[in-house]
């Protein structure tokens, strides 16, 4: 049996039992793609600007369920934390952002992420001076914040004070910045006329029925551990039925994948047919309905 249609660990994964084949197939895994590629170049960029007054700033923007978090925890484990003499050096940050714009909530995220211990009641003035003193120690180099159109919910005012906090304390670290969210993002940003010059931003399209959807067809493919073949990329229909079913997000063609290779081996199939994809996308739209 010739496996040169899978790479790496999931040639061994075809041997196991199907149980642990699908625990294997829902293991998270890094998929690079394209634009991803390019995203994770962009961010080496930011990590390396040499310090000044006016950093970088970036917007990942993108549907719901479109990659960002995942792009966000990939930067994280090519640049994880260092050990060096008791000393810990933390290159990437990435905090949430709060659920509603406050300059005290702000603070107390990112000392969160850092693991820093904290009132989160403190007065912000506190929280901002624990941050700055944390950032520097560990040696910030990149802030990303996911979620940023979550400061959208709250008045204008509160959005004006969360960006001017924001502003202010990476014009003091001195550190890239990228927010990560929906294309309100902008919206949110414009809150700020002067803040939001600062941003170039990076989008994530929609996936269509084109080369690149075919090349991520074909790299997911590599990591199913199944027998045979499925041949998703050359087939117009079973790809076609994916990125329609996963509705053109890369979050959804992956699920739609990885549900559809479970669904062939509950069938006893060493490969991925048409009835699985749409076994696949049905499970899906039924828990969408009870959601």
Not at 83 to 88: A, G, H, Q, R, V
Not at 138 to 151: I, P, Q, S, T
């Amino acid at each position: 049996m010739t496996l040169d249609h899978l790479k790496g660990s999931a040639r061994e994964a075809v041997l196991w039992t199907p149980t642990d084949r699908i625990d294997f197939i829902n293991t998270e895994r890094w998929i690079g793609y394209g634009a991803a590629t390019n995203f994770l170049a962009e961010m080496k960029d930011l990590i390396e600007h040499p310090r000044n007054l006016r950093m970088p700033c970036r917007a990942l923007v993108g549907d719901p369920n479109n990659g960002k978090t995942m792009i966000l925890r990939e930067c994280i484990k090519r640049y994880p934390p260092e050990e060096d003499d008791d000393e810990c050096h933390l290159p990437v940050l990435v905090f949430e952002t709060p659920s509603a714009p406050s300059e005290r909530r702000l603070y107390s995220e990112i000392l969160k992420s850092l693991r820093v211990a904290h009132r989160e009641d403190a007065p912000p003035e506190k929280l901002l001076a624990k941050v700055v003193d944390k950032c520097y120690e560990v040696g910030v180099r990149l802030l990303m914040a996911d979620e940023f159109h979550n400061m959208l919910h709250g008045s204008a005012k509160d959005q004006r004070q969360f960006l001017a906090s924001l502003k202010s304390l990476l014009n003091v670290l001195r550190v890239s910045f990228l927010a990560a969210g929906t294309h309100d993002i902008i919206t949110a940003l414009a809150t700020d006329g002067q803040f939001v010059t600062r941003f170039e931003k990076l989008a994530l399209p929609k996936w269509g029925l084109n080369n690149e959807s075919r090349r991520l067809l074909a790299s997911l493919e590599m990591t199913l551990p199944l027998a045979a073949p499925s041949g998703l990329a050359n087939s117009v229909d079973l790809a076609q039925a994916i990125v329609i079913g996963g509705r053109g997000t890369i979050g959804g063609i992956t699920t739609v994948t990885k549900k559809a290779s479970i669904c062939a081996l509950k069938r006893g199939n060493e490969k991925i047919e048409r009835i699985d994809i749409e076994e696949a996308v049905a499970q899906m739209r039924e828990r969408e309905v009870i959601a």
